[in-house]
């Protein structure tokens, strides 16, 4: 064989080696990201997993002992399927509504707790949903405080608060306050209880026991 023909020969072969590395190294990229095509411009399920992720980045943090209550407005992200997609505020009676579900019972779960409900009820009419539960913000939640201070009123319990913290965030006592017959008012299992609260002691670090975590639904009442 002449010297030309053996070059035309390694010039088809490495032409050929070329092409093959070329589709398989497509359908590489391909393996790697099977949803780059779904949608012009190379979003799809990615798009969707980007909207996800923000309405997740827009939740708030939750206590470790969170439930669900009356008020609390919630996102209920379906990853695949965004028309199933809503936000929600929990009703008196405790529940809310979703697309195609219809009513959840939502109050006196976890975030967890209810996006297993959801889910479990969502494959009824999905196949494989994937829910999730974003706390969006908490209403449920309250303290409350009466009397002698600057701004009496409702103040959310969305991290731990004592007794003090209250006092402190709703602007201190006044200066009529009798600031030794400080009362906690607290409902245990349908039992009223009180619980007195020395403040002159407790700021002096006397009496630190007195200085409690407070618990959804307590009163502090200054006379």
């Known amino acids: 064989m002449s010297r030309g023909s053996i070059c035309r020969s390694l010039g088809r072969r490495a032409g050929v080696l070329a092409l093959s590395v070329f589709v398989l190294g497509g359908r590489a990229v391909s393996a790697q990201n099977p949803d780059a095509a779904d949608l012009p411009g190379g979003e799809g399920r990615a798009g969707e997993t980007r909207l996800s992720a923000e309405a997740i980045a827009a939740g708030v943090a939750s206590p470790d002992d969170y439930v669900i ?12 399927d965004k028309d199933m997609s ?3 505020i929990v009703r008196p ?3 809310i509504s979703l697309p195609l579900i219809n009513e959840v019972m939502a109050a006196g779960l976890t975030p967890t707790g209810l996006r297993e409900r959801i889910t479990e009820e969502a494959e009824r009419f999905l196949e494989s949903p994937q829910a999730t539960v974003v706390v969006k913000q908490i ?12 701004k009496a009123g409702p103040y959310p319990l969305t991290t731990p608060m ?19 017959d400080i009362t906690i008012m607290r409902t245990e299992n349908g039992i009223p209880r009180t619980y007195p609260f020395d403040y002159e002691s407790v700021s002096r670090r006397r009496k630190l026991g007195q200085n409690i975590l407070l618990k959804p639904g307590d009163t502090v009442v200054v006379p």
Do not use: H, M, P
């Open 139 to 150: 209403n449920s939640r309250r303290v409350y405080i009466v009397g002698e201070v600057g």
């Open 86 to 88: 809503t936000e929600v």
């Open 93 to 95: 009676d405790g529940k």
């Open 69 to 80: 209550g009356a008020d609390d407005v919630l996102s209920i992200v379906f990853w695949r």
């Open 162 to 180: 004592t007794v003090l913290q209250l006092i402190a965030t709703a602007g201190g006592l006044s200066d009529f306050a009798r600031r030794e």
